[in-house]
């Protein structure tokens, strides 16, 4: 089953052309820029009061109410987060159990798989484990899916042919939490299975010798959105634990949890599990060991995005870092990620790596023309209209490794839930992602007569279908969505955390702001607005292509901002190039944009990443 996962740049330095000239060309060609929904959230009465307990401003404390956390004790907790904070791993009820088996294993030097996912979150969950159990003196294999031959989980044939290699326990990551068939057959085959996975659970939960899960019905885990590489780590956790013989692991294992860490922030950043408690914690603490880390595989994948000596953010893993590995997947054999992370040295993880950065570029040029075609198809089928809101694309030998991005590409674009079609020789795989408010899982449920199989969440699952059925399955899907989905949700919503002016966003300012990060899912990048700014000189094209835009702002009200130093202050408008012509016409607007501090040539500087512009009306 194809699954989708991805997603929200922050800036790069970039150096901007001198000439300031306006061509006749672009006055004439450029247009408004589609006008989107702002969603101010109102301001919170307690914020005053709460910043006096920290001793920040109330922006802060307005920011954190925004996620969730008003009580100071939280608060702090938030801002000055600590693994002596992380859920200890016995809580999840099937933990025992599985340090059991396994410690048995052990003992009796029976052959263990680990059986993992083909996306990041499985790659990083199946290291984690691998690195834990040589960490113990035992051999251990693994075995990765190949994401079209045999599609996402466990899966019959795969079970066969490890039971005759001889496996005697195998353990799953990030998957398998559903598959009653595979388990089933395992059970027949002799072979004992542990069962790690995050993912929603269809029905009863499979029979196995241990689930370990964090939303197991009838379970209590503080934190339900662990993702598959986080129940990987406290596995290996609750293992280091008894191995050491006390809850205090020894040394060597506190090592190796400590660089376990980086790899869980991947896994979890890569997988878009919400940003909160237990996994901001992971994330944050895995994301600074990283740059510094001198684990072979991180420094080779590094090296190849062009990373090297940068101070990482979860936007270089999630558009950088993750992409890279998730290429094995799409574009080949995950293994080949797997094996990068668990066995190879420096000179073999530096080929790999190599290897994946090819396949990467290659992903994103198939990517490119199966979201051309995609998007041409909506505006063929006129599906760009009010009388359409769910969309089911379809297409001949579209690649299955890429249609999740694309789907995501439409829904940026369309602002409706989406389905792309592989049709490929013998069968039809889909990848599905949906918008805020329509559980794309419950359509799919209810549209199921069409479909061979399903699964997945909310906001993004995958099925399959007999080609014949696809036309009935869009017609079916679409009215289910016009049943169950407003025009609002259809249209682009931006979500703005409080009004600011200029003046509000001093350097110590900005610098708490980034303190609330790692940004993701569940903890997005602050976004502020800023009403009647005033433009300051003219805009200025940059990048390749003059895609973007730079230009200079101060508040309307200051007639000698550009006499003082700090008053002025630079934005960054990325893929904005269009907003060029608006800007010169009205010289005053509002704007939309995440707070940075831009380093440069040994400078630092408060920046705006602008989001949404508003002009005017004529």
């Not at 996994?279 to 090297?308: H, K, V």
């Not at 909506?378 to 249609?403: E, P, Y």
């Not at 502020?528 to 805009?539: H, I, K, S, Y």
């Amino acid at each position: 089953m194809n699954r989708i996962k991805e997603k929200n740049k922050t800036t790069k330095n970039a150096k901007a052309p001198q000439d300031t000239s306006i061509s006749a060309e672009v006055k004439m060609t450029r247009k408004k820029p589609e006008q989107k929904i702002w969603s101010l959230r109102p301001v919170w009465q307690g914020r005053a009061e709460l910043a006096r307990s920290l001793r920040t401003g109330e922006l802060i404390t307005q920011l954190l109410y925004n996620r969730g956390i008003s009580a100071p004790e939280s608060a702090q907790q938030f801002l000055q987060p600590s693994l002596n904070d992380l859920i200890e791993p016995q809580k999840l009820i099937g933990i025992p159990a599985a340090v059991k088996r396994i410690r048995q294993a052990l003992r009796a030097d029976e052959k263990i798989v680990l059986y993992g996912d083909y996306d990041v979150d499985g790659i990083m969950g199946v290291s984690i484990l691998w690195r834990c159990l040589q960490l113990m003196g035992t051999e251990v294999d693994f075995y990765v899916p190949h994401r079209i031959d045999e599609g996402y989980g466990l899966n019959v044939e795969a079970i066969q042919q490890l039971a005759q290699q001889g496996t005697n326990l195998l353990i799953t990551v990030d998957c398998g939490i559903s598959a009653h068939e595979s388990a089933q057959m395992a059970q027949e085959l002799g072979l004992d299975l542990i069962i790690t996975d995050h993912h929603k659970i269809e029905g009863s939960p499979v029979p196995a010798l241990a689930l370990v899960h964090p939303d197991l019905p009838g379970q209590d885990y503080p934190n339900p959105d662990l993702c598959g590489a986080g129940v990987a780590f406290k596995l290996a956790w609750a293992l280091a634990q008894e191995f050491s013989g006390a809850k205090k692991v020894s040394d060597e294992f506190r090592e190796f949890l400590l660089s376990a860490t980086a790899l869980t922030a991947l896994g979890t950043i890569a997988d878009v599990v919400p940003l909160l408690g237990e996994n901001r914690i992971l994330a944050r603490f895995g994301m600074e060991g990283l740059a510094g880390s001198s684990d072979t595989a991180i420094q080779a994948l590094i090296r190849a995005s062009g990373l090297e000596g940068a101070k990482l953010s979860s936007s270089d893993i999630a558009f950088r870092l993750a992409p890279r590995l998730n290429a094995a997947g799409r574009m080949g054999h995950a293994r080949l990620a797997v094996e990068m992370f668990t066995k190879c040295g420096l000179a073999r993880a530096t080929e790999i790596a190599r290897y994946l950065e090819a396949q990467n570029k290659q992903r994103q040029k198939v990517e490119k023309d199966v979201s051309e075609q995609a998007i041409q198809q909506v505006k063929q089928l006129k599906m760009n209209t009010d009388k359409w809101r769910g969309l089911v694309l379809a297409g001949t030998d579209w690649h299955a490794g890429v249609i999740g991005i694309v789907a995501s590409r439409v829904v940026d674009r369309f602002h409706r839930p989406t389905i792309v079609i592989s049709l490929m020789e013998d069968k039809a795989l889909g990848s599905c992602r949906s918008v805020p408010g329509f559980d794309i899982c419950l359509a799919l449920q209810e549209c199921s007569r069409h479909l061979l199989t399903f699964g997945g969440h909310a906001m993004a699952a995958g099925l399959s279908i007999d080609p014949d059925h696809i036309e009935d399955f869009r017609s079916a899907f679409n009215q289910y969505a016009l049943e169950h989905l407003d025009l609002k949700n259809i249209t682009g919503t931006i979500d703005i955390d409080a009004q600011v002016t200029p003046a509000d966003l001093d350097m110590a300012t900005v610098q708490m702001i980034e303190r609330l990060g790692p940004f993701g899912a569940g903890n997005p990048v602050p976004r502020l607005v800023a009403r009647n700014l005033q433009l300051v000189g003219l805009p200025r094209r940059m990048g390749g292509g003059g895609k973007h835009l730079q230009f200079n702002v101060s508040a309307s009200d200051d007639p000698h901002a550009q006499l003082r130093s700090g008053s002025v202050i630079r934005v960054v408008a990325f893929g904005k190039a269009d907003w060029e012509k608006q800007l010169i016409d009205h010289r005053q607007f509002d704007l939309v944009f995440e707070p940075v501090i831009n380093h440069f040539n040994g400078n630092s500087n408060v920046e705006f990443i602008a989001v949404d512009l508003k002009v005017p009306q004529d």
